[in-house]
């Protein structure tokens, strides 16, 4: 395996399905199953689940953006339970950690707790984004992948990486295979915000975007096979 520790950016709505909203565990389950067998092989598992299924804070402009986001940082943390009890149901070791303390259901974010977690073979799942209001939890991936001293962050999203335009709205959307963290702040590319971008840039972590739909992708992006695209220092 190329990446022995990653940090994998999981979107709420990557959860829901076909419904859109929610959480559709058939489809919860699928994405586990691919991240058990490739933590079966030995490779160590961090994930960073967004909320977007349930809440989005960004457009409730009427209530204040704190408390909006509190409630997004909630909506996370029912992700990261959701994946918690399919990786249990699939006999894969798991701890859920979280930004914002909730000692009832779930351990709080500690770094060397959330290492040694995964030097025992454990999946950690991390919820509440960063802990704190106007950070997005693609920043927390990031941050999480510093603090971890993650060898990759593996952005997973419903299309097969980088595109010089919307894919979905655009025919002539060229797919990038390659391209630099400064490269992607200065053309404005939607890969991730640029808190995000640049915190990885800094830390020198590569970013890889890829499509979670289809099976075997993970392996195939942890095997330093050329899957979506990858973002890095040249």
């Not at 943390?77 to 894969?92: H, P, V, W």
């Not at 290492?115 to 941050?143: E, M, Q, Y």
């Not at 060898?151 to 295979?177: C, R, S």
């Not at 992607?184 to 990885?200: E, G, P, Q, Y």
Request: net charge neutral.
């Amino acid at each position: 395996m190329k990446y022995k520790r990653i940090l994998l950016k999981l979107s709420g709505e990557s959860l829901a399905g076909s419904k859109g909203t929610g959480i559709d565990f058939d489809k919860v389950l699928d994405v586990c199953r691919e991240i058990t067998e490739v933590a079966k092989k030995g490779v160590e598992v961090a994930i960073v689940v967004g909320g977007g299924n349930f809440w989005r804070g960004r457009s409730n402009q009427q209530m204040d953006r704190c408390t909006s986001d509190y409630i997004g940082m909630l909506g996370t943390t029912m992700n990261a339970l959701a994946i918690g009890d399919a990786f249990k149901q699939l006999n894969q070791p798991v701890r859920v950690q979280t930004g914002v303390e909730m000692r009832q259901i779930a351990e709080y974010y500690i770094k060397d707790r959330a290492i040694k977690h995964l030097t025992n073979n454990r999946v950690v799942v991390f919820g509440c984004g960063t802990g704190s209001p106007f950070f997005s939890t693609d920043t927390a991936a990031a941050l999480r992948a510093a603090e971890i001293n993650a060898d990759a962050l593996l952005k997973a999203t419903n299309v097969d990486g980088i595109y010089t335009k919307d894919p979905k709205k655009y025919e002539d959307a060229e797919k990038i295979d390659e391209i630099t963290y400064m490269e992607v702040l200065n053309k404005k590319l939607n890969v991730m915000d640029t808190t995000a971008t640049s915190l990885c840039m800094d830390n020198d972590i590569p970013i890889i975007v890829f499509d979670i739909n289809t099976n075997g992708n993970l392996k195939k992006v942890v095997e330093g096979k050329k899957i979506g695209t990858i973002v890095e220092n040249k």
